[in-house]
């Protein structure tokens, strides 16, 4: 995973099997089709962004999931509160299994794909993943710290190539380095 090396998780996909890691994506807010294949593991299934920094909030948030909701309250202009968005937080991993998750996303921030963020300065407790389509046609990257999730994807409305070597880490990461 530090690395972004497509065959361990191909063969642990094919141990633990795809309907079993599909009705956990789903637990986790996936709501996009999935393949019923190997390739799942790969990424091959597309899913918005939305959905997946939903599922990486579930890693951050030890095992618990809340619906991403935009509007958190509104208030008339005198500071009342006229409506509010209260969220229902639900279990969906258990907190060891997020835990190991996290430590391998961390992973990836201090020794692999990530590692451009902290060469840039980013110094503050993270994990994350980063993502890159076949001929740089996407990228993406997810990550969190403790207290915040962000997801950054690059590319176009129509499948057409971003530009050569345009990988999650080299197009989205420092994106999300800034914003973080």
Not at 2 to 19: C, E, F, T, Y
Not at 27 to 40: A, C, T, V
Not at 94 to 102: H, K, L, N, R, V
């Amino acid at each position: 995973l530090q690395q972004s090396i497509n065959v361990p998780a191909i063969k642990l996909l094919r141990k633990v099997g795809v309907s079993l890691v599909a009705s956990y994506a789903r637990r986790m807010g996936i709501k996009s089709p999935l393949g019923q294949n190997l390739s799942l593991a790969l990424g091959s299934s597309e899913v918005t962004l939305l959905e997946l920094t939903s599922a990486y909030g579930v890693f951050a948030n030890r095992g618990i999931r809340n619906e991403p909701s935009f509007i958190l309250k509104v208030e008339d202009r005198n500071g009342v509160v006229l409506e509010r968005s209260t969220p229902r937080p639900f279990e969906v991993l258990s907190e060891g299994t997020a835990a190991t998750m996290t430590s391998m996303l961390q992973s990836v921030m201090d020794h692999g794909t990530g590692y451009p963020a902290r060469a840039r300065g980013f110094t503050l407790p993270s994990a994350g993943k980063t993502g890159t389509m076949d001929n740089y046609m996407d990228a993406w990257f997810v990550g969190f710290t403790p207290s915040l999730v962000c997801g950054v994807w690059v590319g176009y409305d129509e499948k057409k190539v971003i530009g050569p070597g345009m990988t999650g880490a080299r197009a989205a990461l420092p994106i999300w380095t800034d914003f973080m």
